[in-house]
């Protein structure tokens, strides 16, 4: 089996492995069977495209959406690797060229769709293709109950048993009770070995905002990142278009995404995003899992997600690169109703309605919380965090808080006086003691709470209403069309025996402009300007998006590092060999106002490595021993590539020496011992 550190260097172009990667890659080149759950972003692609490469016989990945497959194909390739997928939206010759690979035994990863495990050829080919190994992308979509379910995930179980061969699935979003269908339909019950890896994406700063005027938020926040990549996520199609019309009209480039689009029309999207520099999609739920760009910068929410889990997926679009990225979340009663309507009106039976419930109310809880949210987040997913993160709007600006007790109890005596059979406005009109004809009409002005709230406001009382449905007080009731009634979670406050602390409605701060965290510092944004107007000539001139060129990450580093030689940009995280082939020279010369001396090709197979500077040593030793120590001798030269075969296997000996392709007895007399002093000193 090949190195698999040796390869993270030479094909990924990283000196080591994030957090948690490098005992998923070993279990994996192990053949073990593996459930590995990690942040979207913490590099879960790497942990089966390395053992790929390591591990005999062909990887088969399968992935839920065609876009997905198509970018890590594309950025495979773009490294060097022998990658191919087999889609609908293949063209004749990517199809021709991935069976050609297959015939002469060079393909390493072949990725499919999980409806093409129904088709009866399938299962023929990947025979005749030597499977090895099974990867399962998105391995979540397995949950019946779950958002993303895919009825066909259900056939990856029998595949592993026709083929008999290690199964490595991988997600980023399971609970408990996921992890356990995931285990039970892909491993047969079996527990596999389980990497549960923490779920914290620290360069993604958390926010979240009463709505105030939804669509100047999304405006003003989006103004404030022009020319940043973003997605906006809205619960409803209408709103996608009129949001992306929004943007557009204030200068933005955007369009709309979602489920009532022709399919070309929505291929023609992703395709757009894929390649445009600071474009924002307004979608649906629908531009999901098949978004792979590493490079959006936010991810915007005009409406309350479905659950925690979806909200945690969704903004996990956001900095792929593990360069800085941003998010806003906006909510309001309108949203929780909606939500807890869609839970009560489905036809998941009463247990899973309950756990869908929870889960929206572990949402609600993060959006009212009242210290840092990251903590509160990870807390859901069992991970723990020892201090606060210092990037989320609560560590940035605490919250201003207060005993809240009094006023919720006032609602909750206007909710049971009023038998827990009308909607917050009117209760509101109760608590001020507003004179209307609905009032009049059904006797509430005779009530004992009519009135008694009138040291607040209309709008001081909807961020009462809205924290006590985030604190699952109150819920609307479907069978009452939408009434609020009081949960027993209510009945101790109601009762005097506990108290609720409500944070004081942040409409005001919400309002104001939202500053924008720079990627880098004022004196290496204009650099970082330039190297991204060369990364985008590029992947222009390649038709291809520019993330395949280089990541914004990568782009950073060189910004901060000001690499001078092929060395310095071999050592930056994403250039691995192929790509510094491509791209080095190009970029070293934005950096440095020059291009970097011409590298012979076997000395920058080394650059950025140890074994780099002991060929400099090496070369220049055979350069003044050439006609011997006195320079009188005949003349002899070592190949270029022996070269480089002894900076890197170091050989102790000068029998071994000799024995190198290249080299023999009268050369490893001449150079030996010089060669074997620089090989002890490195």
């Not at 980023?172 to 019950?189: C, Q, Y």
């Not at 109760?430 to 009409?441: E, S």
């Amino acid at each position: 089996m090949a190195d698999a550190h040796a390869l993270l260097a030479t094909v990924f172009g990283f000196s080591e492995f994030r957090a948690g990667q490098e005992e998923i890659v070993e279990a994996v080149v192990a053949g073990q069977p593996v459930l590995a759950i990690m942040p979207t972003g913490g590099g879960k692609s790497l942990c089966y495209q390395l053992p790929a490469l390591c591990r005999d016989g062909l990887t088969v990945v399968i992935s839920p959406l065609i876009a997905l497959m198509r970018d890590q194909v594309r950025g495979l390739q773009a490294a060097g690797v022998a990658a191919g997928a087999l889609t609908s939206g293949n063209t004749a010759d990517e199809t021709d060229a991935v069976h050609a690979a297959i015939d002469d035994g060079t393909l390493k990863l072949l990725y499919i769709a999980p409806e093409r495990l129904a088709a009866g050829g399938t299962e023929r080919l990947l025979r005749r293709a030597g499977v090895g190994l099974i990867a399962v992308d998105e391995a979540h979509c397995v949950s019946q109950w779950g958002h993303d379910f895919r009825p066909d995930y259900l056939r990856i179980g029998a595949l592993r048993r026709a083929f008999d061969v290690p199964l490595a699935a991988f997600t980023a979003t399971a609970d408990a009770e996921t992890r356990d269908e995931i285990v039970a339909r892909l491993f047969d019950g079996v527990p596999p070995t389980t990497f549960l890896h923490g779920f914290d994406r620290p360069n993604i700063h958390l926010a979240f905002a009463p709505k105030d005027q939804p669509r100047r938020q999304i405006l003003a926040f989006a103004d404030a990142r022009k020319g940043q990549s973003g997605i906006v996520y809205c619960a409803t199609r209408a709103k996608t278009e009129s949001l992306a019309a929004a943007l557009s009209e204030a200068g933005h480039t955007a369009c709309a995404y979602h489920g009532g689009m022709e399919a070309e029309a929505r291929r023609h999207v992703e395709a757009r995003f894929a390649v445009e520099d600071g474009l924002i999609v307004c979608a649906t739920v629908a531009f999901g899992m098949g978004v792979d760009k590493p490079d959006i910068r936010w991810v915007a929410h005009a409406d309350l997600p479905k659950s925690i889990e979806s909200y945690y997926q969704e903004i996990g679009r956001a900095g792929r690169d593990g360069a800085p990225a941003e998010t806003l979340t906006l909510y309001g009663a309108d949203d929780i109703r909606l939500r807890r309507a869609q839970i009560d009106e489905g036809a998941a039976p009463d247990d899973r309605k309950a756990a869908d419930h929870g889960r929206l109310n572990t949402l609600l809880g993060l959006a009212e919380a009242l210290g840092c949210r990251r903590r509160q987040l990870l807390a859901y997913f069992g991970d723990t965090l020892g201090e606060d993160c210092g990037n989320c709007d609560l560590c940035d600006r605490p919250a201003d808080t207060f005993d809240g007790t009094e006023p919720v109890r006032k609602a909750l005596s206007a909710v049971l006086r009023t038998e827990e059979w009308f909607g917050q406005g009117h209760l509101i009109d109760i608590l001020v003691g507003a004179d209307t004809a609905k009032i009049r009409a059904r006797g509430h002005d005779r009530l004992p709470t009519y009135g008694c709230g009138r040291d607040m406001d209309k709008r001081q009382w909807q961020g009462v209403f809205r924290q006590m449905m985030g604190h699952d007080l109150l819920r609307p009731d479907p069978a009452r069309h939408g009434a609020l009634r009081m949960t027993e979670r209510a009945r101790p406050v109601l009762r005097g025996e506990e108290t609720v602390r409500l944070r004081r409605d942040a409409v005001r701060a919400a309002a104001a402009r939202p500053v924008a965290r720079a990627l880098v510092s004022d004196e290496d944004a204009p650099l970082l300007s330039a190297l991204k107007a060369k990364r985008r000539a590029l992947a222009e001139a390649q038709g291809v998006p520019a993330y395949i060129v280089f990541t914004d990450r990568t782009l950073i580093e060189m910004a901060e590092t000001r690499p001078r030689t092929l060395d310095d940009m071999a050592r930056i995280g994403g250039v691995g060999a192929t790509k510094l082939d491509r791209y080095g020279a190009a970029f070293l010369e934005v950096v440095n106002g020059a291009a970097p001396a011409p590298m012979h090709p076997a000395r920058r197979a080394l650059a950025g490595r140890a074994a780099g500077e002991v060929y400099d040593r090496l070369h220049d030793a055979q350069r003044d021993l050439a006609h011997g120590p006195d320079g009188t001798g005949k003349f002899l030269g070592v190949p270029t590539a022996t070269l480089r075969q002894i900076a890197e296997r170091q050989p102790g000996s000068l029998e071994a020496l000799a024995a190198l392709p290249g080299m023999g007895p009268d050369k490893a007399a001449r150079f030996g011992p010089a060669f074997l002093e620089i090989l002890a000193e490195a």
